[in-house]
């Protein structure tokens, strides 16, 4: 049945369909990119790789894997309100952040077709198992009495464009992260079956085997090019997209600890196993890592989660507007303080260990 009380609780774009979470520097972000410059790419240094990635996308082992069974078949009235909610918006945010990627790899296979067509079967197969996880989640949505219109996202989102490089580097990683926060949230609930409050969780095991061939499908095309990992900028940049995936997780992740609580997870420990993990598999590519075990890295984070705290609480207040953007500069200074802090920490280099087994 509806419930009109807890359904009031989100904006509707019309009855039933969700106004789509306010973009911010946390939520996750829409990519176009150079398509000119991605075709004229020669991969030829590693093509072989890049064919054996397009023979595993072609298996497409997980074909029937993604069917609503009977397990489906209950209501979910007997979460609390509060748990609802911050189910609503994890996969309101899953669901954006697969169809963000669905549009990148999409529109790269179209624009690559006939100029780069290795790379544009890849990128088709990869944007045909991205529409099915967000396929998904946006029915699992609907659930509970709501769902995205994928058509009003892609027409209202606003597109970060990255040069080809960048979008390696990121969509790498966020791949990359994602196979780690699946399947630790699987394997996790795989102990502790009295957590599993809904289905969609038990199709995470093989749903990470995908995001783990996209990254590895990014690992091979920077291998191929191995000037975009070399130089002093590359281990500045790879520096600066590690510092960023990670802090944007941690505070996005921290902020929403009771649904991570749900499912009887500390939402800091998760986070941090999969950061230390995430880390470690980007040192198979990257030329440098970050130092994630001191403890200035998280305590300066736990810093940046408590700034936001203050912000939240000044941004609701009654105050007048140039008040209340007074009160938050110092808070917002810290934040960029120690954001920059957290990049200057020494990062381990990797890069000589190229060509052993890690
Ligand atoms: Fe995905
Ligand atoms: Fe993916």
Redesign the pocket.
Known sequence: MVNTVEKAQFEELRPGVKIPAKQTILTPRFYTTDFEAMAKMDISANEDELKAILEEFRADYNRHHFVRDEQFNQTWDNLDEDTRRLFIEFLERSCTA?FS?FLLYKELGRRLKNKSPLLAECFNLMSR??AR?AGFLNKAMSDFDMCLDLGFLTKNNKYTHFAPKFIFYATYLSEKI?YWRYITIYRHLEQHPENRIYPIFNFFENWCQ??NRHGDFFDAIMKATPDILNDWKARLWCRFFLLSVFATMYLNDVQRADFYAALGLNAREYDKHVITETNKTAGRVFPVILDVETPEFYNRLEVCISNNEQLGQIAQSNQAAPLKLLRKLPFYLSNVWNLAKLYFINPIRVDNLAGTVK
């Open positions: 697969e990627g198992d991205e996880h994602g995908d995001e």
